[in-house]
């Protein structure tokens, strides 16, 4: 079985390099373990995290905000059951149309487990073992993703102790989730549970929420999610696990060492980060280098030590987000076809999907003053702005970074509702290499949330009209 490329891996990485390769003429095959297509994201992650994120977003909602708005629908009730089912045909449909985009751009796949036999080859084994098929090409993209972190010594049940992967299916809310993480998976599914009913506590090694998030940013939205009653213990660890009782007990230290204190919860929910997934791939003997991070180590073009061998998404370096996979995925496939694939590293966009959403692209104030350069910044804040006023959703703000120098925009930080959304604009303004300038003088329609974002670019200059 000869292919021009084979894809290991059907995730956002693996499924959109196999689609846009097929469309650029290359005879393409996917393998992939599970019996779904879509990866993490589609199956465990992305998908089902943002259905029972927008389930429970409502539920809070038809309690706290509908009387103000005078819709009385009573107290709402939690159909727990009901709202995994949402879940669960959320993710169906998508990994279905997953699917049918593969069929359709005529990709081939294998259900099985890939294993590299050197450069150029690849053999799958079903899942019983029983089956082996042997598949050629002068081209491997390796998109195998990533897993979750383990904490030494405490064992993911998946029942009590879970990962993100037991938070999108627990069967009842926990009185109490203790969550080990204050990343995106820890504040993302916290919160799910909190406005189900659970008491969320989170443990974060670091004196600080989110590492690598601008840091005002990470210091206001803390204090929001506090005033939704989740609480923090920053500067700790979880050291150790006790579940022989009926409720767990947690064993917490302080990061620097000291005194531990024990801490009682049904569920505790390990957040603490996810590494590259590259079991059984045979990698090593294929003689592809690793970096001290078990990553895949890539050039520009994705290719690794290996000649033929390339890899993308969570199994390589940079952030581990689905669209900074689909870009790589589709970068890489227009290499191979000769064209000049390519990915802007400074302009990926990040979203937390919380209430509200927190979202940014390119620099964050802490990295443009370690890095030494000169910047102005427009801020705007939700309160300010019409439409979240009459929507009743005004916390957060838009922070806009622009070189001082030239006014270029170097980075756009954005608490509020549909930040998700809003980022967008921002990303689009910054691939142009766009100014605070262009972005004050293009014509926002109004009432928008958008507009807090022209106002954020006019306090660059300093002539923000509705403030
Ligand atoms: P994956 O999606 O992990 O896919 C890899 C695939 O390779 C898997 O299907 C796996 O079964 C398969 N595979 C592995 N080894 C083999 C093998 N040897 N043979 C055959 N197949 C193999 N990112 C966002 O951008 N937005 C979000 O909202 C978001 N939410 C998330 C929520 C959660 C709870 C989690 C866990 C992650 C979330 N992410 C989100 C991250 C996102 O899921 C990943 O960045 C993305 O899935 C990476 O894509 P990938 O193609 O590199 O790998
Ligand atoms: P993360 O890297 O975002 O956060 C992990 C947190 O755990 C960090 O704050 C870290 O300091 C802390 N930590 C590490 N070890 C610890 C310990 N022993 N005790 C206490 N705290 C500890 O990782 P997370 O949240 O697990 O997410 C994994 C990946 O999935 C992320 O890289 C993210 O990009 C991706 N993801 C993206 C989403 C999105 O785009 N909305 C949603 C969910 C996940």
Known sequence: MSYDLIVIGSGPGGYVCAIRAAQLGLKTAVVEKEKTFGGTCLNIGCIPSKALLHASEL???????????????????????????????????NVNGVAFLLKKNKVDTFQGTGKILGAGKVEVTTADGKTKTLLESSNIVVATGSDVTRLKGIDIDEKRIISSTGAL????????????????????????WRR?????????????????MDSEVA??????????GMTFKLGSKVTAVDKSGKRLKAQVEPAAGGAAETIEADVVLVAIGRVPYTEGLGLKEAGVALDNRNRINVDHHFASTVPGIYAI??????????????????????????QAGHVNYDVIPSVIYTYPEVA?????????????????????PFTANGRAKVNMQTEGFVKILADARTDRVLGVHIVGPDAGNMIAEAAVAMEFGGSAEDIARTCHAHPTLTEAIKEAALAVGKRAIHI
Do not use: C, W
């Open 169 to 192: 299916s627990l069967e009842k809310v926990p009185q109490k989730m203790l969550v080990v993480g204050a990343g995106v998976i820890g504040l993302e599914l916290g919160s799910v």
């Open 313 to 338: 998404g969570d199994v390589i370096a940079g952030p581990m987000l689905a669209h900074k996979a689909e870009d790589e995925g589709v970068a890489v496939a227009e290499i191979l076809a000769g």
């Open 196 to 212: 189900l009913g659970a008491e969320v506590q989170v443990v974060e090694f670091l004196d600080r929420i989110l590492p690598g």
């Open 360 to 380: 940014s692209v390119g620099k964050s104030e802490d990295d443009l003053k370690a890095a030494g350069i000169a910047y102005n910044t427009g801020k705007f």
């Open 219 to 228: 210091r206001q939205f803390q204090r929001i999610l506090e005033k939704q």
């Open 59 to 93: 539920f809070e909602e038809a309690a706290h905000a509908f009387p103000k708005m005078g819709i009385k629908v009573g107290k709402p009730e939690l159909d727990l059951a009901m709202m995994l089912k949402f879940k669960d045909e959320g993710v169906a449909g």
